[in-house]
């Protein structure tokens, strides 16, 4: 290292070309930097910053003639009637109330699943493996299997229901119990993602806390209330918001389940800018419900990260 | 006896089972539904009361679904999508990684927070764009339109497990490596990718699991027969009357398969990279 270094030093002045080259060959390492981080850079620029700059452009922008002339500058009119316009409201309700609803379902029955696989088991495989299979699984086709599931004539929900007395419904057929069915496959889709992550945490806790709380004569509910809720809380405020900014983008299960229907009773926000513009070709509106859908996804998330902070 | 008989029905074993039993049944009962009914014939779909177990176990609908629907097609399109989104994805996040967990860098949080608030972007949102952005290049419709928004889609999550797994890779090795002459692109192929080897793996099977089951963008921006991948073309199978739940599960069974092998094959990885993943975003 030393005869290195003196050799470097004692090395007599080279020109300027011969400077360059070296430094092309081994360059700084702010130049390798810059260089490393160049490919995420180019992809991001090109995949989501000038596509956000892009959007916002074309919300001003009447776009639904496709022809050679410019498209005219509207201003705020794609807004306005996006106010007013009956679809957007219902897709924005439909999909708030199905984020409220599969988020919360989806904890609690993560929870349930974290809590049941964080028991001592002898052979840990097949349980991680069910919490991993809904997971891996493409949304399309949980919406495609749950379509089965609540299929009206042969479905085995309804076969279920005949065999405790009950009548049969016509799940995807009526706008209530389209909405539940929807439901019951995000949840079961989502819950294993957040068991996952829950049991992560559960099995962080150090044992020592629960055998002294026993020593106190602690129940396991009092146990479970806690120690294991307080010390978990972290683990479950990451999987609500990965859970929350995924469910505000529900798209694949109901478009195979429902394709947004009974009447529209299942459509939400994606489904609709996925409509507006790949199918009827409206870029001009299309980006403007996606402007709105935008702000209202970063202020959940706004939201969140305050409240984590705090903590 | 007769006292421990009394307690016996809730055992803490019997207690495991039970729990055990509804996590694995909750897991697996969609999966295994369809493939009960993949080897059911058609008209036994379509009798009343539904069968649970197949009363004529056939495989012909396995034939069909390669025969009917261009199945092989719609594999051959995922499986190249996502192997090359895959590499992809690696090579850049490694490179951009390595930067953040090495070198001397100026805005080094804020660069990783920018990559991991990008997830966080709804990418529905930026569907029009990146859909014009496609067609301005003249690639709707081939692979590269898929690629390069899926390497997007996995760069955070595989990010953020390649820096964690390079920061605990001892600094002495590379510096060792480059005294004896290697560049510190060298040092960085020959030296810490393979030491890094488990976290370049289970980063690889993060990526290829996003672009395996994505489907919005696949279906908008490759929405060609030809083009299509197998989420995309087993949701827009389309029947002459009704929707054929036979061919359906069979393709279901036949999709779901290797995304079903990769995991079990590699569980333990995918746990820790979910995890590393989630616990830092």
Avoid at chain 2, 78 to 85: C, F, G, K, L, Y
Avoid at chain 2, 273 to 279: H, I, K, S, V
Wanted: net charge positive; glycine share 6%.
């Amino acid at each position: 290292m030393t005869t290195l270094l003196a050799s470097t030093k004692d090395a007599p002045p080279r020109p300027r070309v011969a400077r360059l080259l070296e430094r092309l060959a081994d360059p700084s390492e702010r130049v390798q930097a810059i260089l490393l981080l160049a490919p995420a850079a180019l992809l991001l620029g090109l995949i989501v910053v000038y596509p956000i700059a892009k959007l916002v452009y074309n919300s001003f922008f009447d776009l639904r003639l496709s022809g050679g002339q410019r498209a005219p500058f509207v201003a705020f009119d794609n807004y306005q009637s996006a106010l007013t316009d009956s679809q957007f409201w219902n897709a924005l309700w439909n999909t708030a109330l199905f984020t409220i609803i599969t988020v919360i379902g989806a904890l609690i029955i993560g929870l349930a699943l974290a809590l049941l696989a964080n028991l001592p088991f002898r052979r840990k495989w097949p349980v991680r493996l069910a919490l991993l299979l809904p997971w891996a699984m493409p949304l399309a086709f949980a919406g495609l299997i749950f379509a089965w599931f609540f299929n009206t004539d042969y479905g085995v929900v309804n076969d279920w229901l005949m065999r405790i007395g009950l009548a049969p419904r016509q799940w995807l057929l009526s706008p209530g119990t389209a909405f539940a069915a929807v439901c019951i496959a995000i949840i079961w889709k989502s819950s294993s993602f957040i068991g996952l992550i829950l049991l992560a945490g559960l099995q962080m806790i150090p044992r020592s806390l629960y055998e002294a709380a026993e020593v106190d004569g602690a129940t396991r509910f009092q146990q479970f209330r806690e120690i294991t809720l307080p010390l978990l809380a972290p683990s479950m405020i990451v999987a609500l918001i990965f859970r929350t900014i995924t469910a505000l983008q529900t798209f694949d299960i109901p478009y195979t389940m429902t394709k947004g229907g009974p009447a529209r009773a299942t459509e939400t926000l994606a489904m609709l800018i996925h409509s507006t513009t790949i199918d009827y070709g409206d870029i001009g509106y299309g980006s403007t419900l996606a402007v709105l859908m935008f702000i209202v996804s970063m202020a959940v998330t706004a939201l969140y990260l305050r409240r984590i902070q705090r903590d | 006896m007769a006292a421990v008989k009394g307690d016996a029905l809730f055992t803490p074993e019997r207690l495991r089972l039970i729990a055990a039993a509804i996590v694995v049944l909750n897991g697996f009962f969609p999966a295994a539904w369809i493939l009960l009914t993949s080897f059911k014939p058609e008209v036994e779909l379509v009798q009343k009361p539904i069968t649970y177990l197949p009363h004529d176990f056939t495989l012909q609908n396995y034939v069909q679904v390669f025969r009917q629907q261009p199945l092989a097609l719609y594999i051959a399109n995922s499986a190249i999508v996502a192997a090359a989104s895959t590499v992809l994805t690696l090579t850049v996040s490694a490179c951009a990684a390595y930067a953040i967990a090495r070198l001397r860098l100026r805005y080094r949080d804020l660069i990783l927070s920018a990559i991991i608030a990008s997830s966080t972007f709804p990418l529905v949102t930026l569907l029009v764009p990146i859909f014009e952005t496609m067609r301005a290049l003249g690639i709707l419709n081939t692979y590269p339109a898929l690629v390069l928004p899926y390497v997007v889609l996995s760069l955070p999550v595989c990010t953020l497990v390649l820096v964690s797994f390079f920061q605990s890779i001892p600094r002495d090795l590379e510096n060792a490596a480059m005294i004896d002459g290697a560049t510190r692109f060298g040092a960085l192929w020959r030296v810490v990718i393979p030491l890094a080897a488990p976290g370049v793996f289970t980063a690889g099977i993060l990526a290829f699991v996003n672009s395996w089951d994505e489907f919005l963008l696949a279906l908008s921006l490759n929405s060609a027969v030809r083009m299509r991948t197998l989420p995309v073309g087993v949701a827009l199978y389309q029947g002459e009357f009704t929707f054929p739940w036979h061919i359906i599960s069979a393709a279901l069974i036949v999709a779901i398969v290797p995304i079903a092998v990769l995991i079990a094959l590699f569980q333990e990885r995918v746990v820790g990279g979910l995890t590393a993943g989630g616990m830092k975003g």
